[in-house]
């Protein structure tokens, strides 16, 4: 057992009262909401009722994820350089989506990202392909937070073994289905405020916690950690973990378009622009959220290079392969060290932080889609829009129920995997398959059904088939079939190829249909996205 576990079982009693706490206060705060959600426009969006400012907090809440906490940590921790490539990827992102999607999106759409695919298009296979790509990206998603929790608490508790982990992962499952059928979008809307506030209140708390341990020099700080790495200098540079052959730069290259130009295509970032009442309060969100989220990323090198120089990359290396415990171990470190009710205390509440980070995300994650599912699959494919709003809520919570199984299968199997190389993965995804069919909608004219569906179709499939065939699944010692090498394609992000696969799919398809654009549908596209006229 090594010192974390031993160190958690000391004191679990305050670690199990502090997880209690906080999950009691969220399940009350989704309570509470349930009870304010009335129809459909309350149970997908809120009822529109939320600020900029507070939808920018939602945002942050949604974004800053386990893969943000934990796996970016670990990430710097064990890479130097090349682990912080993440956290400038992440925030990039948002540059993409507050200049091209967030006011357009927000003015043509009602409930979800294909009310905007399929404006202008054939209603049934254009919602059909945005259902299902939403669906695939929101449990790419979730694997990553569900993979986090189950490293998190397993350890957190003093407790080893595939066993504890599988029964982590199942009540965080069991807890997400519980937010979104009971509180909507209102309910979880409010626990990732709650989460935010949290998780920047113990993040900035570790940050300066580790610079006072450096007299707040930070060359002090990075000079320790490439001490203590045992790569020297090499840790401060580009190409520890991308650059020692042609393929790392690739990859390197793969992880950044997927990471750019993801955020802009995730239906759980997409559905938080329809809470807010204006098509300026959503851009005020994004400049809150772009604000929030850049100081939490800045605050990730403290976190890592704080864990490298304090813990040391073999502890954390002994404690979980991937790194996902670098942020924990770091807090019992700054709190007095194993054994000590400082660190018992820190590790409890840094612990107890990360957690309500995964439950909040995961609640985001699974209202996408089973909103997707209820309003695009079932309301418009299924039934031909013959549906009650009350039913189409109903089906939306059992779908909760079915996406989170879903999820909580596929995680008990990828606990090896760094979070924040598996939300890449759904980056990747969602760059491939949402992107390109969103921007061609919403700025080219002769754009079509058979080209937006071939976009989503193209994109998703190329962005899974090559995940599935990549070293993230076999022929890696951290893959997910370690013992089994089934792999062809060299690159562990597909970014690079499924992206312009996607695009290029929406332009063949487009160009050689013999389908043509409705001008007139466009032009009421455009008016709408530029101006908000008609918006819901």
Same mark, same amino acid.
């Given at each position: 057992?090594?010192?974390?576990?031993?160190?958690?079982?000391?004191?679990?009693?305050?670690?199990?009262?502090?997880?209690?706490?906080?999950?009691?206060?969220?399940?009350?705060?989704?309570?509470?909401?349930?009870?304010?959600?009335?129809?459909?426009?309350?149970?997908?969006?809120?009822?529109?009722?939320?600020?900029?400012?507070?939808?920018?907090?939602?945002?942050?809440?949604?974004?800053?994820?386990?893969?943000?906490?934990?796996?970016?940590?670990?990430?710097?921790?064990?890479?130097?350089?090349?682990?912080?490539?993440?956290?400038?990827?992440?925030?990039?992102?948002?540059?993409?989506?507050?200049?091209?999607?967030?006011?357009?999106?927000?003015?043509?759409?009602?409930?979800?990202?294909?009310?905007?695919?399929?404006?202008?298009?054939?209603?049934?296979?254009?919602?059909?392909?945005?259902?299902?790509?939403?669906?695939?990206?929101?449990?790419?998603?979730?694997?990553?937070?569900?993979?986090?929790?189950?490293?998190?608490?397993?350890?957190?508790?003093?407790?080893?073994?595939?066993?504890?982990?599988?029964?982590?992962?199942?009540?965080?499952?069991?807890?997400?289905?519980?937010?979104?059928?009971?509180?909507?979008?209102?309910?979880?809307?409010?626990?990732?405020?709650?989460?935010?506030?949290?998780?920047?209140?113990?993040?900035?708390?570790?940050?300066?916690?580790?610079?006072?341990?450096?007299?707040?020099?930070?060359?002090?700080?990075?000079?320790?950690?490439?001490?203590?790495?045992?790569?020297?200098?090499?840790?401060?540079?580009?190409?520890l973990k991308y650059g020692a052959t042609g393929t790392s730069k690739l990859d390197f290259i793969s992880?950044?378009?997927?990471?750019?130009?993801?955020?802009?295509?995730?239906?759980?970032?997409?559905v938080r622009f329809y809470t807010v009442p204006t098509a300026k309060a959503a851009r005020k969100s994004?400049?809150?959220?772009?604000?929030?989220?850049?100081?939490?990323?800045?605050?990730?090198?403290?976190?890592?290079?704080?864990?490298?120089?304090?813990?040391?990359?073999?502890?954390?290396?002994?404690?979980?392969? =991937?790194?996902?415990?670098?942020? /924990?171990? +770091?807090?019992?470190? *700054?709190?007095?060290?194993?054994?000590? #009710?400082? %660190? !018992? &205390?820190?590790?409890?509440?840094?612990?107890?932080?990360?957690?309500?980070?995964?439950?909040?995300?995961?609640?985001?994650?699974?209202?996408?889609?089973?909103?997707?599912?209820?309003?695009?699959?079932?309301?418009?494919?299924?039934?031909?829009?013959?549906?009650?709003?009350?039913?189409?809520?109903?089906?939306?919570?059992?779908?909760?129920?079915?996406?989170?199984?879903?999820?909580?299968?596929?995680?008990?199997?990828?606990?090896?995997?760094?979070?924040?190389?598996?939300?890449?993965?759904?980056?990747?995804? =969602?760059?491939?398959?949402?992107? /390109?069919? +969103?921007?061609?909608? *919403?700025?080219?004219?002769?754009?079509? #059904?058979? %080209? !937006? &569906?071939?976009?989503?179709?193209?994109?998703?499939?190329?962005?899974?088939?090559?995940?599935?065939?990549?070293?993230?699944?076999?022929?890696?010692?951290?893959?997910?079939?370690?013992?089994?090498?089934?792999?062809?394609?060299?690159?562990?992000?597909?970014?690079?190829?499924?992206?312009?696969?996607?695009?290029?799919?929406?332009?063949?398809?487009?160009?050689?249909?013999?389908?043509?654009?409705?001008?007139?549908?466009?032009?009421?596209?455009?008016?709408?996205?530029?101006?908000?006229?008609?918006?819901?």
């Amino acid at each position: 057992m090594n010192l974390l576990a031993t160190s958690a079982t000391d004191h679990r009693g305050l670690t199990m009262t502090l997880f209690g706490v906080f999950v009691l206060a969220t399940l009350g705060i989704t309570v509470w909401a349930g009870r304010q959600t009335k129809d459909a426009a309350d149970f997908y969006a809120g009822g529109r009722g939320f600020s900029g400012f507070q939808n920018g907090l939602a945002i942050s809440g949604d974004y800053m994820s386990a893969a943000s906490f934990l796996g970016i940590a670990g990430a710097i921790a064990l890479f130097g350089y090349d682990g912080f490539l993440y956290s400038i990827g992440f925030l990039v992102a948002w540059l993409v989506a507050l200049l091209l999607v967030a006011e357009p999106l927000r003015n043509s759409g009602r409930y979800t990202m294909a009310d905007v695919l399929a404006f202008r298009m054939r209603q049934r296979p254009v919602r059909t392909a945005a259902g299902i790509s939403t669906i695939v990206v929101s449990i790419f998603y979730l694997l990553a937070q569900m993979v986090g929790a189950g490293s998190l608490v397993a350890l957190l508790l003093g407790v080893s073994g595939d066993g504890a982990k599988r029964w982590t992962i199942v009540a965080v499952g069991a807890l997400m289905v519980l937010y979104v059928a009971i509180g909507g979008m209102k309910g979880t809307t409010w626990v990732q405020i709650v989460k935010a506030v949290l998780l920047i209140a113990g993040t900035a708390l570790m940050t300066v916690l580790v610079l006072a341990k450096y007299n707040f020099n930070i060359s002090s700080l990075l000079g320790a950690a490439a001490d203590a790495s045992g790569k020297a200098n090499a840790f401060l540079e580009p190409g520890l973990k991308y650059g020692a052959t042609g393929t790392s730069k690739l990859d390197f290259i793969s992880l950044g378009l997927a990471l750019v130009l993801g955020t802009a295509g995730l239906p759980h970032i997409l559905v938080r622009f329809y809470t807010v009442p204006t098509a300026k309060a959503a851009r005020k969100s994004v400049l809150w959220a772009i604000g929030i989220i850049g100081g939490f990323y800045l605050m990730t090198l403290a976190l890592g290079f704080g864990a490298a120089a304090l813990v040391g990359p073999k502890t954390i290396k002994a404690s979980n392969a =991937a790194g996902n415990t670098a942020a /924990p171990l +770091l807090a019992e470190n *700054l709190g007095g060290g194993a054994g000590t #009710t400082g %660190g !018992a &205390v820190l590790l409890a509440v840094i612990s107890a932080v990360a957690f309500a980070t995964i439950l909040a995300v995961v609640a985001g994650l699974t209202l996408a889609s089973s909103a997707s599912f209820a309003h695009d699959l079932y309301a418009n494919v299924i039934r031909r829009g013959k549906v009650s709003e009350r039913e189409e809520v109903h089906v939306a919570k059992w779908a909760a129920a079915g996406i989170g199984a879903v999820a909580i299968v596929l995680s008990l199997f990828a606990d090896k995997l760094n979070t924040a190389a598996l939300v890449a993965l759904a980056f990747a995804v =969602a760059a491939s398959a949402n992107l /390109p069919t +969103l921007l061609y909608s *919403l700025f080219w004219k002769r754009f079509n #059904t058979v %080209g !937006a &569906v071939s976009s989503v179709y193209a994109g998703l499939i190329s962005s899974v088939v090559l995940v599935f065939f990549s070293p993230v699944v076999s022929g890696g010692k951290n893959s997910l079939f370690a013992h089994s090498d089934f792999h062809w394609f060299p690159l562990e992000n597909p970014g690079l190829v499924s992206i312009p696969v996607g695009f290029l799919a929406g332009w063949i398809g487009t160009v050689l249909s013999r389908e043509q654009a409705d001008p007139a549908k466009y032009a009421e596209l455009e008016v709408r996205s530029l101006t908000g006229l008609g918006a819901h």
